[in-house]
Structures are given as structure tokens and as C-alpha cells.
């Protein structure tokens, strides 16, 4: 059970929160928990689609995205954020089995990517505290200094899904998945 009251529908959750969960119904088609939870303040879910919104006009490929997602919820142990990301990894960005299992490691089966998901878990890990060989790794790959800039965000704002369900407790609303961490 929640920890923190999750709205039933968009009707119940705060007026000024109700347009942005429209917007997100209208995007999904559904509004999973993550967001009616975060929907108790209208400043934080206007936060939260604010970046999400403007890292996906970044240059990181979507699968890249979900990949790095995958790697930090198995970081933090986020069973909420693991469950989503292999549901939307696999539907939309049509990761397979093996892909979404060396993400949850840290890694990827794809090259270029590899690089990117090395380095986003080893900043979650660190607590962005890494060498200077680890960035000339994504240059090296190449990856220039925005992308290196979009993956530290998108760490960030996983970190930040991955403490809100954790702190909340919120309900999976997807196929579960557990993480190593838990389990």
C-alpha cells in the first residue's frame, strides 16, 4: 500500500495538477500512479514533466534513454521504475530480453550505447564523482558535451522517480519486475 495518497482518477487529484495529468492521459493513454502520486503537489509534477518534456527534444536516442533508466531504477532497487522501464522498453523502444538484462547490469549489448550506460550508472553509483577518464570514455565513443550534459539529467531525474516511489511505496501499476536489490 501507498505511503502517500495516490489520487483514484485525474478528478481527484489537486485542480492544479488535474491539466497536466490530462496531458499525460492524452500522451499514454493511461496515468500511471507515479504520476496522480506526484500529482499531490502541482509544482513537482510541472517539474517533472517540464524536464522529462524537454530531455526527450535531447539528442540521446529513446531506447538510450530507457537503457539508462533501466540501469539506474537497478541501482537504486526501484521495483516501481524497473516495471515501468521494461514494460516501455520493450513496447517502445523494442528492447529485447537480453538487452533490458544487460541494462539492469550497467551495460549494453550495443556498442555506442554501452558507453552511455556505463557512464550513467557509475555516476549514480559515485554520486557523480567520476574521473576524468570516464568522461573522455563518451567523447571517445562520441558523445559530445551536451549529450554528456542529457545523460547526467537523465540519471538525475531516474534518481528522483526512483526516491519518489521508493519513499511513496507506490503501487506497481505495470507487469512487475524486482530488482536485484530487493530480492
Sequence with gaps: MSRIQTPATIEEAPAASRPMLEAVQKKLGVTPNLFRL?????????GYLSLS????KGTLPAATRERIALAIAEVNGC???LSAH???GKNLAKLDEAEIAANRSGTSNDPMA?????????VALSRGHVDDADVQSLKSAGYDDAQTVEIVLHVALNTWTNYINEVGKTAIDFPVVTSRKSA
Design 38 to 46: 506526484v500529482s499531490n503537489s502541482p509544482a513537482a509534477l510541472e
Design 53 to 56: 518534456g524537454a530531455l526527450e
Design 79 to 81: 521495483d516501481y521504475c
Design 86 to 88: 521494461t514494460y516501455l
Design 114 to 122: 554501452d558507453v552511455a550506460v556505463r557512464f550513467a550508472a557509475k
